[in-house]
């Protein structure tokens, strides 16, 4: 699993038992281009001598990934043999077509000038990344203009609340006396937060919902109307 800056190993040892480890994190100077990535990516499998281990290589739906993997993954033409096929079952040798090999490389003009093709692992698009886009640029989509203006109210008021846990370290410790706990803050590097915040904010109503009212009162805050409260049990299904 690899997010550019950082790549993760998943594997099974001898028991069957799953093990996770860290692989590299690795600073990247420059652009983070396709052809930028599948070096880096390269370079840390030869590292370790797995590039002939990976069986899988999961990233994000960006664009840079997408074309790296459609450049560089698992473009090799050659026959794959069965291991297990003993050599007494071939009678001659097999002749392999080198030219026709060759051709099933990146095409030079698609790589930078001067650049070595490279070889990177099957790939497959992380399910998680997916489900998100579903949630953020799908809903992104919805023209409802009732829907549109309960995600602008809602949003608004979750970001006032975390606008004000940063303003301050006064206001950070009065979110923790009262809620015992922070919100988080929507970033867009980190898909997953613009979900988390919303539901951290449904953790409170349900938790501690008149606690809640009170900080928002506090910071003069709109409150959250029942029909935002029945958006966000909707929006967190």
């Known amino acids: 699993t690899t997010r550019c800056w950082i790549e993760t190993v998943h594997w099974f040892n001898r028991e069957m038992k799953r093990i996770n480890g860290c692989l590299a994190i690795k600073r990247m100077i420059g652009s983070s281009t396709y052809y930028a990535l599948g070096r880096l990516l390269e370079q840390n499998h030869n590292r370790y001598d797995i590039e002939d281990k990976v069986v899988m290589m999961t990233t994000d739906n960006g664009s840079n990934f997408l074309k790296a993997a459609r450049e560089f993954s698992d473009y090799s033409g050659a026959p794959q043999f069965d291991e297990e096929i003993c050599d007494e079952d071939f009678d001659e040798i097999e002749f392999l077509d080198l030219s026709a090999i060759l051709q099933e490389l990146p095409e030079p003009s698609s790589l930078p000038p001067g650049a070595l093709p490279v070889c990177l692992p099957p790939h497959s698009k992380c399910a998680c990344h997916l489900s998100n886009l579903c949630c953020t640029a799908d809903v992104a989509k919805i023209t409802d203009p009732s829907f549109k203006r309960l995600l602008r109210s809602v949003e608004g008021k979750i970001t006032a609340l975390c606008n004000a846990q940063s303003v301050s370290d006064n206001t950070s410790d009065l979110f923790r006396g009262n809620l015992h706990g922070l919100f988080v803050k929507k970033n867009d590097t980190r898909w997953n937060s613009g979900y988390n915040s919303k539901f951290r904010v ?34 967190l299904i």
Not at 205 to 223: E, R, S
């Open 202 to 235: 449904k953790h409170f109503l349900n938790t501690k919902k008149q606690d809640l009212m009170d900080v928002m009162a506090t910071l003069k805050i709109p409150q959250f109307q029942p029909v935002e409260i029945l958006f966000l049990d909707e929006y």
